[in-house]
């Protein structure tokens, strides 16, 4: 059973695919060579499942950074006889530079030390284990390394370390001096292709060389320069990667069955591509850094849920990161899950709930980038023609709403919003999407409709607040998405007396918000979701509360890890949920950029 805190991990990508190394060196997750293959290492979901770590013997201390805005880590280790620098990363293909990151990797781990004075003990295992822990492979020794044999996977490990092969795992020490290295890289081949290995005296470059890419990228895409400029950077960089470069679809975390309580069974796998969360990660990359990938994830979305809408079938509220639609749901009962929390899912039983609320994130993203993506093709623009249709179709309908509830549907009043949004901006967006007269003319009427209906029956007079859902009397932050998405300006006395509501009832001890207080169908409690403190920060901003939100902004950030990353949520002192989590890094981003536009315009 894994217990390493969610906190102690930092986020290595390569665009393709994922990689999680602990502060004490081991990399616990590792899925060649998409973001959503089973997993060649998975200690961070059983101890049994694979590992590879390089770290110090002993007692030390850690210090960690990403270099030049991209994430490409660098930990300093310091024993009591003399300090180490371990760089990792997962390599990018030679020579990618700018928007080319992550088109065509190696898929290639590489882990670097050098002492930086004294002698420094440092310690290699290799515990390969495919398909998710299935698989126990059979361990060669090369003049290189070591070979990986059995199951569908080809791994090969590079190292100047001399190891002993006992069973599945590899082991091995070295003792440095003085400007003395020592080079670990782990490569996949698919079946049948075995590639030249990688020189140990080649990862060093082949660092340097995803360094000097990552820093293009970073050049080139973060041009954020406001308050808290730093963490939104490095949120620029986290979100792009999440981005699966040979597609662009971008996923909500690189994880899967991180919980949302320790020994909870709210465990879902979220490497596939949310409309939403990845609507809102173009909107927030507008903000942190360049959009101009826009037009592939729109590419992306056409290929994969066109034939959906066109057939008359709802679109999906996700996909597969190539474009699946089948994301069935599956237990893997062998794993014992993070610190005892089972179940261990993979693919996500959400893929075929009926969610409104997409429609206006994907207009809302397509209208924010409409300078990158028209013009389009006509079938792109029929797409998004019928994004607008379907909305004021279905307005009326029931729905699971943006928090996913596996109980029965209902009518959110977030989700009505977001239809609004998809045919407000449909209809800014009219002479691009080539809207006939009649069909502007219904989704004005519908959008409206929608308004008036929100306005009656979504806000509740007596709590003075926009509800969950019609007619109700529950509470729920996506309430404070309405200023933010437009729908009635902050400053609004209903969107202040919400905001107001939300402090009172859903903000807990530690000043985080929770998403609601009753009961959503599942077993068990759930922490505060960092988003959603985000959004209380980014509304009171828009409502002109620059000095609580600032406070609200900077309780928040304190949540994050030794190299600003964020999981989804936050209880009883730690990081929960899948990790690094997108949703959150969004947050982020959009509350920063709130902030600095808000207090410039006062």
Not at 455 to 464: A, C, H, M, P, S
Not at 503 to 518: C, I, K, N, T, W
């Amino acid at each position: 059973m894994s217990d390493t805190p969610i906190a102690d991990y930092a986020f290595l990508s390569d665009c393709n695919s994922a990689a999680l190394v602990s502060k004490d060196g081991s990399v616990d997750w590792l899925a060649f060579p998409r973001f959503d293959a089973p997993s060649v290492l998975g200690r961070l979901l059983d101890d049994s499942a694979g590992h590879l770590r390089f770290g110090a013997v002993g007692p030390s201390r850690i210090t960690r950074r990403y270099l030049d805005d991209g994430l490409v880590l660098e930990t300093t280790i310091g024993t009591h006889e003399g300090v180490v620098i371990i760089t990792d990363a997962l390599a990018l293909g030679a020579g990618e530079r700018d928007h080319s990151i992550g088109l065509s990797v190696p898929h290639l781990l590489l882990r670097h030390a050098v002492c930086q004075s004294g002698e420094v003990e440092l310690e290699l295992s290799f515990a390969p284990r495919p398909e998710y822990g299935f698989a126990v492979p059979l361990l060669r020794p090369t003049e290189t390394g070591v070979a990986v044999r059995g199951g569908p996977d080809v791994l090969t490990l590079t190292t100047d370390i001399p190891v002993v092969l006992d069973g599945g795992t590899a082991t091995g020490r070295v003792r440095l001096h003085t400007d003395q290295t020592a080079a670990v890289a782990l490569q996949w081949a698919p079946p049948g292709q075995v590639p030249p290995p990688v020189e140990a005296s080649q990862v060093a470059p082949l660092i340097e060389d995803t360094t000097q890419a990552w820093s293009s990228w970073a050049s080139q895409h973060q041009t954020y320069d406001g308050p808290w400029r730093d963490l939104v950077r490095i949120s620029g960089a986290v979100l792009q990667g999440l981005t699966f470069a040979p597609t662009g679809a971008i996923v909500a975390a690189a994880t899967t069955s991180l919980p949302e309580v320790v020994g909870g069974s709210r465990n879902w796998d979220y490497r596939y591509s949310w409309l939403r969360d990845a609507s809102m990660t173009l909107d927030a990359l507008w903000v942190a850094a360049c959009p101009d990938e826009s037009g592939q994830f729109l590419s992306w979305l056409v290929d994969a849920a066109a034939a959906d809408l066109s057939s008359g079938r709802p679109i999906q509220i996700m996909y597969g990161i190539a474009g699946e639609h089948d994301l069935a749901e599956r237990t893997l009962n062998h794993l014992a899950g993070w610190r005892g929390s089972r179940p261990v899912r993979i693919g996500n039983g959400a893929f075929d709930q009926r969610q409104l609320d997409v429609y206006g994130e994907v207009l809302g993203a397509v209208h924010r980038l409409r300078e990158q993506v028209f013009p389009t093709d006509p079938m792109t623009t029929d797409f998004l023609r019928g994004i607008a249709n379907a909305a004021a179709d279905e307005w009326r309908e029931p729905d699971q709403g943006i928090w996913e509830v596996r109980g029965g549907p209902r009518r959110f009043v977030h989700s009505a919003v977001m239809c609004w949004v998809a045919l407000d901006r449909a209809l800014q967006m009219a002479d691009e999407l080539g809207a006939e007269p009649a069909t502007r003319a219904r989704w004005e009427q519908e959008r409206d409709a929608i308004m008036d209906e929100v306005l009656t029956r979504g806000f509740n007079r007596e709590l003075g607040a926009f509800t969950q859902s019609f007619d109700s009397d529950t509470l729920d932050a996506s309430a404070l998405l309405i200023p933010i998405v437009g729908f009635l300006p902050g400053d609004d006395p209903r969107v202040r007396s919400t905001i107001d509501a939300v402090e009172a009832s859903l903000v807990d001890e530690h000043g985080l918000v929770h998403r609601y207080r009753v009961d959503d169908g599942l077993v068990g409690e759930e922490g505060a979701f960092v988003i959603c403190t985000f959004w209380l920060a980014h509304a009171q901003a828009l409502a002109g509360q620059t000095t609580r939100a600032r406070e609200v902004f900077d309780r928040t950030i304190r949540l994050r890890n030794d190299v600003d990353l964020l999981a989804e949520e936050y209880l009883d002192g730690e990081m929960l949920g899948n990790f690094p989590q997108a949703f959150s890094h969004i947050g982020l981003v959009n509350a920063a950029w709130a902030i600095c536009q808000a207090e410039d315009a006062t």
